[in-house]
T-cell receptor, first 110, second 109 residues
């Protein structure tokens, strides 16, 4: 099993450009999450999805949109990237007791 | 609102010395507490959870509801313990986690 996979691993954008971060899991989990990791601020939840077809805002949703395409896939979209969105983005899925994380996407917005 | 506080951003400990990473929380319900770890070039992964009362890689953590703390301890630090450690909290039965800001532990040879 691959667990949680994310693409791309690295991305550089210019201010105002858009992009979609892809995430997929093969563990048949209902819940999936998107976090951003910034120095000194830890992991902050952007959006999460408790089941296929549902999404909810987390702590820092502004500037992002998500799509739970099916049970396996949960994508994060930046419609108009800003330098403040420079960060490392992690996708995760969970069973009742543990979250499983992807390898992360390092995004730089110039 | 639930909150997790890790007061130390950086912690350096000599190999063989005891380690304690502090975690305090605020939550009015019945919390579940976890420690997650991120080793260099590896994914963030679960280290231990209080409900299982396990000792993983020599680490233990006791939930102290009176002090609202869940400190991570190890009696003798090893070089491979160098990593980023996150304390996290969830509602009982809810999978969504609130993370602390993390502590970077460095073990000095």
């Amino acid at each position: 099993n691959a667990g949680v996979t994310q693409t791309p691993k690295f991305q550089v954008l210019k201010t105002g450009q858009s992009m979609t971060l892809q995430c997929a899991q093969d563990m048949n989990h209902n819940s999936m999450y998107w976090y951003r990791q910034d120095p000194g601020m830890g992991l902050r939840l952007i959006y999460y999805s408790a089941s296929e077809g549902t999404t909810d805002k987390g702590e820092v949703p502004n500037g992002y949109n998500v799509s739970r395409l099916n049970k396996r896939e949960f994508s994060l979209r930046l419609e108009s990237a800003a330098p403040s969105q420079t960060s490392v983005y992690f996708c995760a899925s969970s069973d009742l007791w543990e979250q499983f994380f992807g390898p992360g996407t390092r995004l730089t917005v110039l | 609102a639930q909150r997790v506080t890790q007061p130390e951003k950086l912690l350096s400990v000599f190999k063989g010395a005891p380690v304690e990473l502090k975690c305090n929380y605020s939550y009015s319900g019945s919390p579940e507490l976890f420690w997650y770890v991120q080793y260099s070039r590896q994914r963030l992964q679960l280290l231990l959870r209080h409900i299982s009362r396990e000792s993983i890689k020599g680490f233990t953590a006791d939930l102290n509801k009176g002090e609202t703390s869940f400190h991570l301890k190890k009696p003798f630090a090893q070089e491979e313990d160098s990593a980023m450690y996150y304390c996290a909290l969830s509602n009982f039965g809810n999978e969504k986690l609130t993370f602390g800001t993390g502590t970077r532990l460095t073990i000095i040879p």
